[in-house]
């Protein structure tokens, strides 16, 4: 402490002083604090005083008062809205400089602000007197990933006549649904492949379908407008839910209450009493269609993707906007929620970035698959699977964003190459399992390769920089 005001207060304390005749009153050890001492009003004398230097008060809060900063006593009331700091000449400087501990420093004025302390001003090291404060921080690097074995197509199965726009498994994991094109909604065996059943009632392209775990109802979305409630004992529609002014794009049912989400080109997002079809909010900001919906049991309760770039996190009891998130630059086509940590991600043409609830904190970005992102899923193990447009899937390790597969299908025999792209991708329960609908009108299942170890596809990893862009 010696050092530092030696060398900061040096070319003041060798200043020339101006008046002599300075009545020193009070005791003169410097560790006495000054916030104890009493000023009594002016006694009718009238006392000189001046400051020494440029600045009044040392430089900035947390500089503790030492023997060569002495206080004189102010006797006007005008002089006592100020404090005035007198150095002495050298002469009269204590070789033996002792502080005060920072509790007892006060800005003039200021007796409601809170008082720094020693610890916060200066930390030093003991021993190597290093100052912890100026250590260089090391730039974040990526960790190394976990290792996930990759995953290999095997079986392909055709039946649609159109693209095969949606997909779900059901809680059982017996067997799964797929939305198509050719406006009907078929359900096959998850384990042989083989088609069991089709519905049809929608007459256009049917863009979304989902499952409930609550009750053996399946829900059905489409281009017509149109929001289904199918009763799987009877295969029938039972319920319409009306209000959408354009196209229905995606839905989703809440995990813990009888609630639906749906989705639209109308810039809406609506929230549907499953059982009186009762609309009971209607989610209005976006400014252009809304592509993707997610809900969860923990706020924020629903999230939504856009084609106005934006993902919004709503209140759900509300039905107004918690946050609007406007990092990407382009549609959000696809989101997706960890099923174990707080966290979800959102799919972009400009990159896949991941984010933190309940505020929506940026984590990372996720770069490098350059396509139109139209789904995302991922499975508790943290394999995280993007699909895109152009028919390439890439998947991820979730917590380092290591992208450690790519896969590019072949397209169904008699089908064009420009045919190849995936609208939807999803883990059966078992997570043994990823399932894609495609564009050249099949589902593809695909599933880890027991083969794989460690050794034959090792993680080709470097301990690189990480570069967190926001945008």
Known sequence: ?????????????????????????????????????????????????????????????????????????????????????????QTKTD????????????????????????????????????????????????????????????????????????????????????????????????????????????????????????????FSCGEDKQVKCWDLEYNKVIRHYHGHLSAVYGLDLHPTIDVLVTCSRDSTARIWDVRTKASVHTLSGHTNAVATVRCQAAEPQIITGSHDTTIRLWDLVAGKTRVTLTNHKKSVRAVVLHPRHYTFASGSPDNIKQWK???????????????????????????LVSGADNGTMHLWDWRT????????????????????????????QSESRLLTAEADKTIKVYREDDTAT????PVSWKPEIIKRKRF
């Open 357 to 383: 609830f309940p505020d929506g904190s940026f984590i990372q970005n996720l770069s490098g698959h350059n396509a139109i992102i139209n789904t995302l899923t991922v499975n508790s193990d943290g394999v």
């Open 95 to 218: 070789v033996n400089r002792t502080a005060p501990s920072g509790s007892e420093y006060r800005h003039p004025g200021a007796s409601d602000r809170p008082q720094p302390t020693a610890m916060n001003s200066i930390v030093m090291e003991t021993g190597n007197t290093k100052n912890s404060a100026l250590m260089a921080k090391k730039a974040p690097t990526m960790p190394k990933p976990q290792w996930h074995p990759p995953w290999k197509l095997y079986r392909v199965i055709s039946g649609h006549l159109g693209w095969v726009r949606c997909i779900a498994v059901e809680p059982g994991n017996q067997w799964f649904v797929t939305g198509s094109a050719d406006r009907t909604i078929k359900i096959w065996d998850l384990a042989s492949g083989k088609l069991k059943l089709s519905l049809t009632g929608h007459i256009s392209t049917v863009r979304g379908v989902i499952v409930s775990t609550r009750s053996p109802y399946l």
């Open 454 to 457: 460690e050794e034959t596809h």
């Open 401 to 428: 964003g290591y992208n450690f597969q790519r896969v590019h299908a072949a397209v169904q025999p008699g089908s064009l190459d420009s045919e190849s792209g995936i609208f939807a991708c999803a883990f059966d």
């Open 1 to 89: 402490m010696a050092i530092k005001l030696r060398n900061e207060y040096g070319p003041v304390l060798h200043m020339p002083t101006l008046k002599e005749n300075l009545k020193e009153k009070g005791p003169q050890n410097a560790t006495d604090s000054y916030v104890h001492k009493q000023y009594p009003a002016n006694q009718g004398q009238e006392v000189e005083y001046f400051v020494a230097g440029t600045h009044p008060y040392p430089p900035g809060p947390g500089v503790a008062l030492t023997a060569d900063t002495k206080i004189q006593r102010m006797p006007s009331e005008s002089a006592a809205q100020s404090l005035a700091v007198a150095l002495p000449s």
